[in-house]
């Protein structure tokens, strides 16, 4: 983060104000404007080119490439193992400006990380520098982590790696495995004890240039409703011996390791959301600008505005706890087995609600294909609906939660002086301290700090709102959610079911459980921030509350607690969607922060 000085006011001698600039924003705008325009369909990373690839069901090789050459595969790959990954927020934006154009260009090229993480974490310097030369280099690496009979549930997996002298013999197969043909390593999940358990499975790194051909077969690829042009297929491995060099993080740890790895992945992953959330919001507007109905463009009639308005506010939602998340990688690294469970299936879920409300506006243009923006709009629509199953389903990160239920009450209800001072991981301008993958664990042991901030950020914003009353929304959004959050603690404390056995009810309190925690980071995020940010030229959309409100609202009408359906031409989301307005006509990410991407508007 770089915090420069701005005047306050016109006078001379006015007091300096720090004004929020975002590095990480700053470098996904950079990369933005270097791979071309996405409207010209000349460039390799053009909206057109991407649904002529679609339609194909083509691999993007020739943007992978470009992709290569610009040096993203440089920041899947942590400093200290010879990249120039510093802070995880640099990954997310990345990885956000590139599914804005292409899911399946984001997915194909960024699975590598999924594919890598497991030897960043496992602390194995040497295995961790080899790894690091070759990803810089161009090598894709996959994750062998599902089978055919077994999916989610990765305790069942049949592929086995048998001792043999210091080394392991491999046999089995991984089913639905993305880049699983085009990857030149795949990280794979093999049990090494036939009774299986906690203990019972080793993650293997293997590099297909060093087996014999006869060894394994690549299965062919499956086709699927998105992504068509990605690599979903998978891989058999029949004898193959590897050495004591392609265990990753020790014998019988794999289970612990990975499911210590995909807290990261889970809390990167709804960036491929916030970057599909763009390009359909962008889309809808520009249809609605240029479309007429009764005589009148869409964007004059108040329920288009609104709908565009509250799609806005899911997205700044999705954004703030995206944000959060990805910064607790580094400042709450303990918690991460909460907040990537939340983040990973809020986030899609949301994205995939708001992505269909603007499909209504476009009506049967969002399902044909050249009729409006080359069809982009059914194609991100297609896509995105995978992104809710990468890295573990809705219910499993449902599931996740329903499993520390116990915890997450008793530490929100009870005392508070375990908890952190989360000023580092709300505040913006604050730089955050190093990853250190040392305090993952399985089981958040103090529950949530995030949503442990909830009743004190509540109590901050309404003596807020006492000075200022235009704050008085907010706040009194942030009291409703703040009784529904306390309901909703009581009532998990009281639930004495087995996770195996849990019902239907529990997952209904894992989804609320999720909006809640969505609702603390989006106070916490405003509360610290919200200072740097207006003087930073964000406009209207920190000052007033303006975005907390709105996306208070939204949740609170998932939580029931507010009717989901207002009026057309509430004031609040007219002044969002003047905000909305703004940043299309400038040309910037729809964003909580300013992030200039072009000159001028996109062409979509």
Same mark, same amino acid.
């Given at each position: 983060m770089v915090t420069?000085?701005?005047?306050?006011?016109?006078?001379?001698?006015?007091?300096?104000?720090?004004?929020?600039?975002?590095?990480?924003?700053?470098?996904?705008?950079?990369?933005?404007?270097?791979?071309? /325009?996405?409207? /010209?369909?000349?460039?390799?990373?053009?909206?057109?080119?991407?649904?002529?690839?679609?339609?194909?069901?083509?691999?993007?090789?020739?943007?992978?490439?470009?992709?290569?050459?610009?040096?993203?595969?440089?920041?899947?790959?942590?400093?200290?193992?010879?990249?120039?990954?510093?802070?995880?927020? /640099?990954?997310?934006?990345?990885?956000?400006?590139?599914?804005?154009?292409?899911?399946?260009?984001?997915?194909g090229h960024g699975k590598t990380f999924l594919g890598s993480v497991s030897v960043w974490v496992s602390g194995d310097h040497a295995a961790a520098v080899r790894l690091g030369a070759l990803v810089k280099a161009g090598a894709r690496v996959s994750l062998g982590l599902t089978e055919r009979t077994h999916g989610s549930d990765i305790m069942a997996g049949e592929l086995t790696a048998e001792?043999?002298?210091?080394?392991?013999?491999?046999?089995?197969?991984?089913?639905?495995?993305?880049?699983?043909?085009?990857?030149?390593?795949?990280?794979?999940?093999?049990?090494?004890?036939?009774?299986?358990?906690?203990?019972?499975?080793?993650?293997?790194?293997?590099?297909?240039?060093?087996?014999?051909?006869?060894?394994?077969?690549?299965?062919?690829?499956?086709?699927?409703?998105?992504?068509?042009?990605?690599?979903?297929?998978?891989?058999?491995?029949?004898?193959?011996?590897?050495?004591?060099?392609?265990?990753?993080?020790?014998?019988?740890?794999?289970?612990?390791l990975l499911l210590k790895s995909l807290q990261l992945t889970r809390t990167l992953c709804p960036s491929l959301s916030l970057g599909a959330a763009d390009h359909a919001l962008r889309l809808a507007m520009e249809f609605a600008s240029e479309r007429v109905l009764y005589g009148r463009r869409l964007t004059e009639l108040p329920l288009t505005r609104r709908t565009l308005a509250e799609a806005y506010a899911d997205l700044l939602v999705c954004e703030a706890l995206s944000t959060v998340a990805t910064r607790s990688i580094h400042a709450l690294p303990s918690e991460l087995s909460v907040t990537s469970a939340v983040a990973k299936y809020l986030v899609p879920t949301i994205i995939d609600g708001q992505v269909a409300s603007l499909g209504s506006l476009l009506g049967a243009r969002s399902f044909l294909a050249g009729e409006f923006a080359h069809g982009s709009f059914q194609k991100v629509a297609r896509d995105h609906r995978i992104v809710g199953i990468f890295d573990g389903n809705t219910?499993?990160?449902?599931?996740?939660?329903?499993?520390?239920?116990?915890?997450?009450?008793?530490?929100?209800?009870?005392?508070?002086?375990?908890?952190?001072?989360?000023?580092?991981?709300?505040?913006?301008?604050?730089?955050?301290?190093?990853? /250190?993958?040392?305090?993952?664990?399985?089981?958040?042991?103090?529950?949530?700090?995030?949503?442990?901030?909830?009743?004190?950020?509540?109590?901050?914003?309404?003596?807020?709102?006492?000075?200022?009353?235009?704050?008085?929304?907010?706040?009194?959004?942030?009291?409703?959610?703040?009784?529904?959050?306390?309901?909703?603690?009581?009532?998990?404390?009281?639930?004495?079911?087995t996770v195996a056995a849990a019902s239907p009810e529990s997952f209904t309190d894992a989804r609320k459980y999720g909006l809640c925690f969505a609702g603390a980071a989006c106070l916490g995020l405003w509360l610290h921030s919200?200072?740097?940010?207006?003087?930073?030229?964000?406009?209207?959309?920190?000052?007033?509350?303006?975005?907390?409100?709105?996306?208070?609202?939204?949740?609170l009408a998932r939580l029931e607690v507010r009717p989901a359906a207002g009026a057309a031409e509430d004031p609040l989301f007219e002044r969002l969607y003047t905000q909305l307005t703004q940043q299309y006509q400038d040309g910037s990410l729809f964003s909580l922060l300013p992030c200039p991407i072009a000159e001028g508007p996109p062409s979509c």
């Open positions: 420069v000085l701005r005047r306050a006011g016109a006078g001379e001698g006015a007091p300096a104000v720090p004004q929020l600039r975002h590095s990480s924003w700053e470098l996904a705008a950079r990369f933005d404007r270097e791979l071309g /325009d996405p409207g /010209d369909p000349a460039t390799v990373f053009s909206y057109q080119e991407a649904v002529r690839l679609d339609d194909a069901e083509e691999f993007p090789d020739e943007a992978c490439a470009a992709l290569d050459a610009w040096g993203l595969a440089d920041y899947y790959v942590p400093a200290d193992y010879g990249g120039v990954l510093t802070g995880f927020e /640099d990954l997310q934006q990345l990885i956000r400006m590139l599914a804005r154009r292409d899911l399946t260009v984001a997915v001792p043999v002298g210091p080394g392991y013999r491999v046999n089995g197969e991984k089913w639905l495995i993305n880049n699983a043909t085009r990857g030149r390593l795949l990280s794979l999940l093999a049990r090494t004890s036939p009774v299986g358990g906690p203990r019972g499975f080793t993650l293997l790194l293997l590099d297909k240039e060093e087996l014999p051909e006869e060894t394994y077969r690549c299965l062919p690829k499956v086709p699927t409703h998105g992504i068509r042009g990605a690599d979903i297929s998978g891989v058999v491995i029949q004898d193959a011996v590897v050495g004591p060099e392609a265990v990753v993080g020790g014998a019988g740890g794999g289970a612990e219910l499993v990160n449902q599931y996740s939660l329903v499993a520390q239920f116990r915890s997450l009450a008793r530490n929100y209800l009870g005392p508070l002086d375990h908890r952190p001072r989360l000023g580092t991981l709300f505040n913006l301008s604050r730089p955050l301290p190093p990853f /250190d993958p040392e305090r993952l664990t399985l089981l958040s042991r103090y529950g949530s700090s995030v949503l442990g901030t909830l009743p004190a950020s509540v109590t901050r914003l309404a003596d807020a709102a006492l000075l200022d009353p235009a704050l008085g929304g907010a706040a009194q959004c942030a009291a409703e959610l703040r009784v529904a959050a306390d309901a909703l603690h009581r009532r998990i404390a009281r639930r004495m079911e919200h200072r740097e940010a207006e003087a930073g030229g964000t406009g209207g959309l920190w000052q007033d509350g303006l975005w907390l409100e709105a996306v208070l609202n939204r949740l």
